[in-house]
């Protein structure tokens, strides 16, 4: 069962058909791209947060890498599966937050492809990433 969430931010809806880690991480949701821009955001609930009441930075970790992983998905049509991530943690999300995340691929090889996103709440810039990602192809 769901704990409280509020509608989300203007234009985002529940993300559905993810894989089983970021379904029980999340909920998460998504707006459609925009030229290359991918949008996800997640609501901070009392599980995603330490004893401090701040957003968890292995939460923020995990669902920066997912964030910077679709938007390789959505430049390139194929799997980036993550070789190395950047984080850099500017501030800090809260219970009860909106955290927005924004990315988009910034290269593409035959083999790999380069990402750049970041994440605010309230406004604020909470973290700015990096990553590289391995291309597979779907299997059938």
């Not at 679709?70 to 599966?81: I, L, M």
Request: hydrophobic share 45%.
């Amino acid at each position: 069962m769901d704990e409280a969430i509020p509608e989300p931010p203007e234009g985002f809806v529940r993300s559905e058909g993810r894989g089983a880690f970021s379904t029980l991480n999340g909920p998460y949701f998504h707006k459609p791209p925009v030229e290359g821009l991918v949008s996800q955001a997640f609501f901070a609930l009392p599980r995603h947060a330490n004893g401090l009441g701040l957003v968890h930075g292995g939460m923020l970790s995990a669902f920066t890498d997912g964030l910077l992983a679709s938007a390789v998905g959505h430049g390139t049509q194929r799997v980036g599966v993550t070789i190395h991530l950047s984080l850099d943690f500017l501030h800090m999300a809260r219970q009860g937050d909106w955290v927005i995340g924004e990315a988009r691929m910034t290269r593409a090889t035959r083999d790999v492809a380069f990402a750049d996103g970041w994440l605010r709440a309230r406004g604020v810039d909470v973290v700015r990433a990096s990553g590289l990602f391995k291309l597979m192809d779907r299997r059938g």
